[in-house]
RNA sequence: UACCCCGUGGUGUAACGGUAACACAGCGCCCUUUGGAGGCGUUAUUCUUGGUUCGAAUCCAAGCGGGGUAGCCA
């Protein structure tokens, strides 16, 4: 309910409000860039429901282009995780506004050369033969380049030459004309393109020179139209070399304008591209799609859906203003969407053993159940309900707090759908470990019972043993033990003098996994299905799954006052220093 | 260091010169056959100092704080 329905309106959208009254284009046009170096994450996900959902409000398009303009460092298989993510986070909501996918950067390299020409005779660029070194202490001092007055011949036969491959990689470059001077450095002639004598994943050997990343996105976004083109802070300082390409070619109008906002942050969680290989690498994780990450992969995988990401994007808003979000707000609209729309079923992940003595031995009983208490249309299920049960086993303490409202010794306890029980005998091995507990029902207690009224203080969920499925049910909690791994890492670091790193403050208790019990009509579910355990959290097929045995993931807990209340009472005694472990039962 | 950008409750955002609001988180109560959901209440905000104005979170300046850039990466 907290979902907002009414348009989404920040800043950069007001720009393109704007721009639409005026009919300053035709159509809007944005674009999404991803260089195919990676996996998408979360914060990719920010930035594909800002340009999708311009081009979806504004009747326009968005295209999704490979930015392939370095061929050492991108792969085949990360174009085809890119798009396999696109399209999941669009479907059913911008599927119409995608513009033929995917584009390529590299699709654009004889044209780009060709501008290159043009800015060469324009007497705007010319070909450098300094050394990487010495082109960078240059441009610190803001000193100019021997070769900056090169004449026009000369330049256009140098480039001709480093396209044909004639000389080695970064012997030398093709560079802007602008300003040494300039005190924004990216308009001391930077360089707009490289030789590197390495295939590329499309083009194959064809070029030995690629051009760089101002000259191909500002000219990648021209030859598609595109008219706003929106990316992150860091480029900010770029924005007067895109402008400066547009004019020094002469390009007619209409041109695209850039607009940058601020990348998602969120707490407890790294972000960068960089560190999430580096957990992949490490096996710190299972890949790329783990459902402890936040690549677009691993939120799918974990259960996650599309529009509670979209939900997301939407409460996060767009701003200039560097944040750090809570990872709490996630949460929250992960439960929101999943509230309304999840399945209820019974399921025990830690069983122990509930014999009920007074229950008939060969009875049983199809209970009814509701799918959903928030969708009247639900409906309902039966569920078996016998003699020998499995309940959770926090369910049950022997020694319980204060406020604990579940089944202790000689206590009552309301079994979700079916009876009030009691708990007459505790049963334990050699360790002292409870193994069974031997429990009197109130036989008129049932729904609908003489006795069905009866208030006790505590309901908890229940399988029935014979009818039980077992399943493999992984439990996942956040990645890391610290809200900010990053700048805790370089604290600690310059504490200690070791290099500890974000890797350090890996939680090693986030993934458990356990054998639950589940009642029988879950052997039947989907994979795109999301199901609540009741009490328990929402949880969804991984891909594991198979006809033999299923896996599910937790996608995430349900909230748990009571592991807050749990929580303070452990602190009672005054004094005690409990350095706070993770709190696992937080998000358990 | 230079240049650029940004400063609104604990967090994320809104207010577009006219009563500082919404969500998350927190706290309390009510309700509950999910310690879920829901309902009610509550704590807490415009970085500082000047200026412009009848009136400033909003415009201007300086300071302070934070972030970014200074690859032949994107």
């Known amino acids: 309910m907290t979902a907002k329905t009414d348009m989404p309106s920040d800043f950069i959208r007001d720009i393109v409000a704007e721009d639409v009254r005026t009919g300053k284009y035709e159509r809007i046009q944005t674009r999404f860039p991803p260089e195919p170096n990676g996996y998408l994450h979360i914060g990719h996900a920010k930035s594909i429901c800002l340009n999708f959902g311009i081009a979806h409000e504004f009747g326009g398009i968005c295209n999704v282009r490979m930015d392939d303009t370095n061929p050492t460092k991108e792969e ?72 900056r007055n090169r004449p026009v011949e000369e330049n256009l036969d140098l480039l001709g030459r480093m396209k044909a491959g004639e000389f080695a990689d970064n ?85 695209p304008h850039q607009y940058e906002f601020a990348r998602l942050n969120l707490t407890y969680s790294v972000m960068s591209k960089r560190k999430l290989i580096q957990l ?73 053993k509930v014999e009920l003595t007074n229950y008939p031995e060969d009875q049983v009983e199809e209970l009814d159940a509701v799918n959903n208490p928030e969708d009247a249309n639900a409906g309902t299920r039966k569920i078996p309900f016998s003699r020998e049960l499995f309940i959770e086993r926090d369910d049950f303490m022997e020694t319980p707090p204060s406020k604990y409202v579940r089944l202790r010794p000689g206590g009552e306890v309301r079994l979700k759908y079916a009876y009030i029980i009691k708990c007459d005998e505790v049963i334990k091995d050699n360790a002292g470990k409870v193994t069974e507990l031997r429990c009197s029902v109130d036989l008129e207690s049932k729904s609908g019972g003489a006795t069905s009224n009866r208030k006790v203080k505590g309901t908890i969920h229940w399988v029935s043993a014979a009818h039980a499925v077992d399943a493999e049910v992984r439990l996942y909690d956040r990645l890391f033990t610290v809200p900010e791994p990053d ?42 299905e999301r199901y609540q355990f009741e009490r328990l959290g929402y949880f969804a097929l991984d891909l594991d799954s198979t006809s033999e045995k299923q896996v599910w993931n ?9 592991a807050k209340e749990a929580k303070k009472e452990v602190r009672q005694p005054a004094g005690a220093i409990r350095q706070a472990s993770y709190p696992a039962a937080e998000t358990r």
């Open 171 to 255: 012997t030398h470059t093709l560079r802007a004309k602008i300003d040494m001077n300039a005190p924004n450095v990216w308009l001391r002639d930077p360089v707009l393109y490289r030789i590197r004598h390495a295939s590329h994943h499309r083009t194959g050997d064809k070029w030995c020179i690629y051009p760089m990343y101002d000259w191909a996105h500002t000219l990648s976004d021209y030859i598609e139209g595109i008219t706003h083109s929106v990316c992150t802070l860091e480029f900010e300082v770029h924005r007067p070399l895109y402008d400066w390409i547009l004019d020094a070619l002469e390009l007619p109008e209409p041109r």
């Open 554 to 562: 937790r996608t995430i807990t349900l909230k748990d006052t009571w």
């Open 487 to 528: 700048s805790a890492s370089a604290a600690s670091s310059g504490a200690t003098g070791s290099a500890a790193d974000f890797k350090s403050f890996i939680n090693l208790h986030s993934l458990e996994v356990v054998t639950a019990k589940c009642e029988p009509s879950l052997a039947i579910a989907q994979p795109e």
């Open 280 to 352: 992949v690498n490490d096996k710190l994780v299972n890949g790329w799609d783990d459902p402890r990450m936040l690549t677009i992969s691993g939120l799918r995988r974990r259960g996650m859906t599309a529009s509670a990401l979209r939900a997301f994007a939407y409460n996060i808003g767009i701003t200039k203003y560097p944040s750090m979000t809570d990872i709490a707000l996630l949460e929250h609209t992960v439960r929101n969407e999943f509230n309304r729309t999840a399945t209820r079923r019974l399921a025990v992940l830690r069983p122990i």
């Open 76 to 147: 085949t298989e990360y174009v085809n995780s890119i798009m396999a993510d696109v399209r999941w986070l669009i479907s059913g909501w911008a599927d119409k506004n995608i513009g033929g996918a995917p584009l390529y950067a590299s699709d654009y390299f004889d044209r780009f050369y060709e501008y290159a020409v043009d800015l060469v005779r324009k007497c705007k660029a010319y070909v450098d033969d300094m050394s990487r070194e010495q082109t960078d202490e240059y441009r610190r001092i803001g000193k100019e380049s021997p070769f």
